[in-house]
């Protein structure tokens, strides 16, 4: 997997060099045709632009068939190149549909977000959501390139910045003490995002290469997920308790942390800094007491599961992470009341 980060205005021409695509389709929203889109127009011939929402709301087969259509309009062959533009959203999205476009065509990820540069453009995973599951339908495919400029980073409004930096934190946990000792004794504002940004990706590239297809080790990855992306998908479209995807992956983090720490895996030191850092970031997330059974249900439809078993990836410590344990409804539970309460 060829991860550039570099300039976008040496990295691009350097992929296109000598490359004879027929047909060139970028994919971007709102957000990136304004801020992000002026910095790469000049550095591609004739291409064209399909624009959709923002938003993981619009992360679903309906947006994958105004990309299809607007690639068969193109008339895109299979040695043409789809370009995704933007976050996470679009890179899985716009990935799944260059993957199963007349079975696949290259693509590139272009993240514009934090969170993409330092996970979801990392590692082939693809997909969109489905019926209200996230990232339910999709397929592992590995983009021909991933160019990373953190110029880009300076588009973003704080809460996407901060959103982002979860995973980081999540990736320090699972695999790197010594670095999780150095951020957890930072403010956000004094972290050194270059420096984090090439750690998280060494971390992503060593995983996805050791598990490619996430049948073991690449588990590990999703650390503070199962009940993160449980949260996350609870609370989607509801305006006032919504959460970004890095707010709900902290919240999961502290959950996942405590049930760790009930289990004896970790100790009460390591649980409290990971709580005290993660809530001097995020603060705490409106989590509702009655809402409990619904976010624990969802979890029904995790992809790390077997069975009826719902399997989870838990800290050994910090620095180590193991996976397919086994969770029961009621170890759940109580960490989710231990979260609110």
């Known amino acids: 997997m060829s991860v550039v980060i570099a300039s976008i205005s040496e990295s691009l021409p350097q992929y296109l060099d000598g490359k004879n695509y027929s047909k060139v389709f970028l994919i971007c929203d709102e957000h990136t045709k304004k801020h992000c889109y002026p910095i790469l127009k000049p550095l591609l011939g004739k291409h064209k632009v399909v624009q959709i929402k923002s938003g993981e709301q619009e992360k679903h087969l309906a947006t994958c068939e105004k990309i299809w259509t607007g690639m068969t309009e193109d008339e895109l062959d299979r040695h043409s190149l789809v370009i995704n533009l933007g976050g996470g959203v679009i890179g899985d999205m716009g990935g799944f549909c260059a993957a199963t476009y007349k079975r696949g065509v290259d693509f590139i990820q272009i993240p514009t977000t934090l969170l993409a540069q330092v996970d979801a453009s990392v590692g082939g995973k693809l997909g969109i959501d489905f019926h209200s599951f996230k990232n339910h339908i999709g397929v592992f495919q590995i983009p021909n390139a991933v160019l990373i400029d953190a110029q880009f980073l300076k588009t973003l409004p704080f809460n996407e910045l901060r959103s982002g930096f979860a995973e980081i934190i999540k990736h320090c946990l699972i695999m790197d003490e010594k670095k999780w000792d150095e951020i957890r004794r930072k403010d956000f504002e004094e972290q050194d995002f270059n420096d984090l ?17 996430e049948k073991g080790l690449r588990k590990i990855l999703n650390f503070g997920h199962t009940l ?4 996350e998908t609870f609370y989607l479209g509801k305006p006032k308790l919504h959460l970004l995807h890095g707010e709900a992956i902290a919240a999961g983090m502290i959950c996942e942390s405590f049930i760790s720490f009930e289990r004896g895996m970790i100790d009460q030191r390591t649980l409290s800094q990971i709580e005290e850092f993660i809530f001097t970031i995020y603060g705490k997330a409106t989590i509702l007491a009655q809402d409990i059974d619904e976010i624990i249900q969802l979890t029904a439809q995790d992809k790390k ?5 719902i399997r989870f990836s838990l800290l050994e410590k910090a620095g180590k992470c193991t996976y ?3 969770v029961s409804k009621t170890e759940m539970r109580k960490a989710l009341e231990y979260y609110i309460f």
């Open 305 to 309: 599961n077997k069975g009826k078993e």
């Open 197 to 213: 940004i090439g750690h998280s990706v060494e971390i992503k590239k060593q995983v996805v290469a050791a598990d490619p297809t």
């Open 228 to 231: 993160g992306h449980a949260i």
């Open 324 to 326: 397919d344990i086994a």
